[in-house]
Every structure is written in C-alpha cells, then in structure tokens.
C-alpha cells in the first residue's frame, strides 16, 4: 500500500464524505458493525423463500389430513393400532418434503457465494498501470503506439491475382510488386515508415474487442454512451446478486469516475450488494482528454473473485449539419436548380466543342464548368474557345498549361454552387440515354453520393464489370485488388450495382463526393486514386443505362501532341510509371497492387 495518497470514506451513518491520506484509490466502505446488522438482514432475505415453501409443504399437511379421515370413515373396522400407523406414515413423509425443500434452498444460496473464485482475486492490470493523460490530444504529448507497430503479418497480391484472372482468360492485368522494386531505397523506405507511423498516432483509434461475461453479476450498458470531450455523464452500474464482503472497482483510460463532486482515476467500492448499489445510483464519468475528432473510450469494472468486464464510452462533438442552400441565381427546372456539368480539356477543342453542343441539345441552360490547361497560345487563337465563353450559362476558367488532370478536377469541384455536378471527359457526347433526371432520381432516392453511368454503351464492359477493390493490411503495406463484380443491386434500381469504382462519367453529391481530393500529383494518368481514396468514404454506384456516348475519333481527340502528355510511350512512358509507382508506394503505404488495364 502506498502512503501519501488520499482516500475518500463515506459513512452512511453521518451522511458525510471524509477524506484521508492512506492510498491513491478511492475506498467507499462502513463500518463493521453495520456490515454484521446487513449480513444478519440479507440472511432473512435470503430465507423469505422458505415461507412460500412453507405453505406448500401446510398444503400437503391438509391434503393428508383429509386422506387420514377418509382412512377413517371407509376403514372403521381397522383397530387403533393400524390407525396410528397410518398416521406416523403421513408425518414422516412430511418431514422429508420439509427437509428436501431446505435442502434445496440452502444449496442455492451456497452456489450463488460460489461463483467467487480466487482465481479472479489479482488486480487486473488496467488498475496497476495508469497512463498520464494530457488535457488536449497532440502527438507530442500523447503516447500512444499504433495497431501496426504490433501487426507482424504480411499480405501479398498473389491469391488476388488467381482470382482476377478467373474471371476472365486473357485479361489484361497491371501488377504492381513496390516493396520488390524499392527494397534497395533505404532512404525512401525510411521515410515511408515514418509517414506511415506519424499518420497512424494522428489517426489514433482504441480498437479493442468487449466480451460480455454473463458469469459476473453486474448489469451495465455495453454500449452507447456518448458525450462531449470534458464532459460528464451519468453512468448505470448495479450489482445483480446479493452478496457482502464487496469489493468493487472501476477505471477508464481517459477518464475519471465519482459518485459526489471528486473524481478519481480508480473508484473502489467496498460493502454488500445493498450498500454499493447505492452509492452507484449517482455515479458519473468525466472525461479527461479533448480530441476534436470522436474517439472511444474503454471502462474496466472489477469485482474480486470474478473476471473484469469493460464498456465503450463515445468521445464525439455535436456537429452541424451542412446542408446545400438553394442557388437563386440557377434558372429554373429541377436539373439547372441541382447540377452543374464539370469538363476538362487539354489541346482538344474541338471534342470541347462537340460536347458542349451536345449538352446544350438536350439542357440548353443547366451550368457548365470547363478547366483548360492547353498551351496559352491556341486558346487565344481557338473559336472554339470563343463560342463557349459566348455562352452565359458557361464558366470558363484556363489554367497554367500542362497544369495536370486533377488540378483541373479539383478546380472544378471548387467552383460548384448546386448540390451535384455531373463529370465528363471532353470527348464525350450526351444523347438520349444521357438523362440527368434519371440521375437525380437514383442519387436522391437512395442517399448515395456518386453514382456512375454508361460510356459509349448502356452495357458494362470488361474493366467497368470489375467494380470492388479488397484491400488487406500487413506489417509492411497494403495489398490492394481489383475484383470481378459488385456487392449487389441498388435497390429500388434493378440496373444499377453497388460498387468501389465507375468510369469519368457520373452525378456525384458537392458535399461528400466533393470532400475527396484530387491529388493534383496524378498528372497525367489519374483515375484510380480518387476511388480508393473513398472506399468507407463514399457510398458509389453504376448505372450504365445512363450513358454518353465516347466519340474521340469524330473530334481528331488522339493527335500526337495531345497523345504526348496524355499517355507516352517507350523510354518517356516508362518514366512516367515509375513515378507513379514511387508515388503510390509512398501515398497509400502500398506493398502491390494487381488492377485490370482499361
């Protein structure tokens, strides 16, 4: 026992709360001679059974008296000898009932006292060491070691790739192997595990796995308390079974338990059950650790003789909603009031002006937002250029050339002011099937936050029919796989499949879908990173019923100039990969990845 510490005894006599120095704990406990006055009532208690067993066993009496006097009556001629015999009969057989009735309560009562074993006599180790905790979460002050530092497993892309290539002979596969071609880069490798580690401690997370023990005789709530970081909240806890000699303990990692006004990082109760639960009527939890983003707490209670069970606590702010307010400046109709048309372009103006010809045939006024990184000097000669910013219902934003696609992207996102926007390529073209009101419906109807749809066919083809993306974890990155098929059908949409990834033609929700970046360091090939980037993010969807046509060759949309930047070949393509390989070796902490060539 330590000394120094302050102890808080509560006497149920006085009604008072008095503070000594003995221990670090908190005892709640009474004195001895109220202990033996409880024990002496809990042993009535436990007894006020035998009353109802009483009566029965007085029922039985009855029932044999009223068969002595029918003895009686039909048997007069026997002597009193034989009648007295009958009778020590019926008095035995009630002093068995009697006997095995108490048998059977004493038993009872002895197997309830026990269920205490001495093998759960140890202080659990959540209440032998205590971790500092700071006021305000930052990594500096916080040690916390991630789920990974323990993780010693390793995943791998083989099994994955048999899988894929199941599903089609003859597919073309992109295999990426980046622990293999980086083994020898010890700086690189250096520094991808420090980011790695750093990312893990500022998205901490207590992931532990809760057993209820229904052994232990306490009632409490597993789950569902949730209050704001520094807050108090009150916090059910009884005793189910009736036993004395108690001792009771709790503990929280981030946080403290009272029941008055002083809190303590380990709360011990000691008493019998009647005393204790009691005191636990008020008892509270106060957090002790802010963290603008929610985590989870984890509680410990221990009785002496049985296993410790916990319970989660939510840290979380009270958020507010964010809602899209209604842009008046839109013209009227349900599509111009809730869609905005988000094009990029580079050295392609005549696909640009295709497009936009198309879509003002079937929406002569919904908003369009084009982002163009070509060189400055053919759009300052271009009509085409000309005729779009003629339109008034068209923002026209030029961009730094060769700025990049997702720099492109992610400008376009910026400038959104309807609650959707609908991406294309500048080589698409709308026509009958391109209906943003069929859009409107799914995406509305069913709360999801992209939904994708059919490019130069309302069917899906190879690479758009492999739609999930399984991702494991190991010690020393992701294994990421591109799978054939999708979680099910949207309901509601018997054509549209719930998916990780669609094509560049969908509706999407500003809101949500918007919040996920276009990394602006995929320049030139950029498809994939914005899906997996989502994936628990967003909720994502095909629909290939809704579709564009993809019509390049009509608009001259694969010169060589535009060919160039868009996809290189031989020496100056391989460079390209190996960047993006470097690239994805470090962003996503990946170690392979197999995905399906489109």
Not at 176 to 205: G, P, V
Not at 476 to 504: H, I, M, P, W
Not at 542 to 559: S, W
Not at 578 to 592: H, K, S, V
């Amino acid at each position: 026992m330590s000394c120094g510490a302050r102890i808080l005894v509560i006497s149920p006599r006085q009604n008072l709360y008095t503070l000594t120095d003995s221990h670090e704990e908190d005892f709640v406990t009474r004195s001895a001679v109220d202990q033996k006055e409880n024990y002496v009532k809990n042993q009535m208690r436990q007894h006020r059974g035998s009353i109802a067993l009483t009566t029965l066993a007085a029922l039985l009496i009855i029932t044999n008296i009223k068969l002595y006097r029918d003895i009686l009556s039909v048997r007069r001629d026997f002597d009193d000898v034989n009648i007295e015999r009958e009778i020590l009969k019926i008095k035995l057989n009630e002093s068995q009932i009697e006997r095995s009735l108490f048998d059977s309560e004493s038993t009872n009562v002895k197997n309830a006292a026990d269920k205490r074993s001495k093998e759960f006599e140890k202080e659990p180790k959540e209440f032998q060491f205590l971790v500092k905790i700071p006021s305000v979460f930052s990594i500096n002050a916080f040690n916390f070691t991630p789920a990974t530092a323990h993780l010693n497993t390793e995943c791998d892309c083989i099994e994955g790739k048999a899988i894929t290539q199941s599903n089609k002979q003859g597919l073309r596969l992109q295999e990426r192997y980046y622990n293999t071609k980086f083994e020898k880069r010890a700086q690189l490798n250096a520094d991808r595990k420090r980011r790695h580690l750093t990312f893990e401690r500022r998205n901490w997370r207590t992931e532990t796995i809760i057993f209820n023990n229904p052994d232990v005789p306490l009632q409490y709530a597993s789950s569902g308390l949730t209050l704001e970081p520094h807050g108090v909240i009150k916090v059910p806890l009884i005793i189910t079974e009736t036993m004395g000699d108690i001792t009771l303990k709790l503990t929280a990692k981030f946080g403290s338990f009272s029941v008055n006004s002083d809190y303590k990082r380990i709360l011990t109760f000691k008493g019998d059950t009647k005393y204790i639960n009691q005191l636990l009527d008020n008892l509270k939890y106060k957090n002790m650790m802010y963290d603008a983003i929610e985590y989870t707490d984890i509680a410990t209670i221990w009785m002496k003789g049985f296993p410790a069970v916990s319970f989660e606590i939510k840290i979380r702010r009270q958020s507010l909603d964010l809602l899209t307010a209604r842009d008046e400046t839109q013209e009227k109709g349900i599509v111009n009031e809730r869609v905005t048309v988000l094009i990029k372009t580079f050295r392609r103006y005549n696909c640009l002006l295709q497009i936009v010809n198309s879509i003002r045939k079937f929406y002569p006024t919904v908003t369009i937002i084009i982002a163009d990184d070509s060189p400055d000097e053919d759009a300052k000669v271009s009509p085409e250029v000309n005729a779009v910013k003629e339109d008034k219902h068209i923002k026209y934003f030029k961009l730094p050339e060769d700025n990049g696609w997702n720099n492109g992207r992610a400008l376009l996102i910026s400038q959104v002011e309807t609650e959707y926007y609908v991406y294309c390529d500048d080589d698409f073209v709308f026509n009958t099937n391109t209906n943003l009101d069929s859009f409107l419906d799914v995406i509305e109807k069913t709360g999801f936050d992209l939904i994708g749809g059919g490019v130069g066919t309302t069917s899906l083809n190879t690479w758009r029919r492999h739609g999930k993306y399984t991702v494991k974890r190991g010690s020393s990155g992701y294994c990421v796989n591109r799978e054939n098929g999708f979680y099910g059908t949207l309901e509601g949409f018997k054509n549209c499949q719930v998916g990780d990834v669609v094509a560049n033609f969908f509706i999407a929700r500003t809101l949500t879908a918007g919040t996920v970046r276009f990394d602006p360091l995929f320049k030139q090939i950029a498809h994939r990173e914005y899906f997996l980037d989502a994936i628990g993010k967003l909720r994502i969807a095909v629909c290939p019923h809704i579709a564009v046509d993809h019509k390049p060759q009509a608009c001259e949309g694969r010169l060589a100039d535009y060919m160039k930047k868009r996809r290189p070949i031989g020496a100056e393509f391989q460079k390209l990969q190996n960047g993006i390989d470097e690239l994805w070796f470090q962003r996503n902490y990946l170690a392979c990845l197999i995905d399906v060539e489109s």
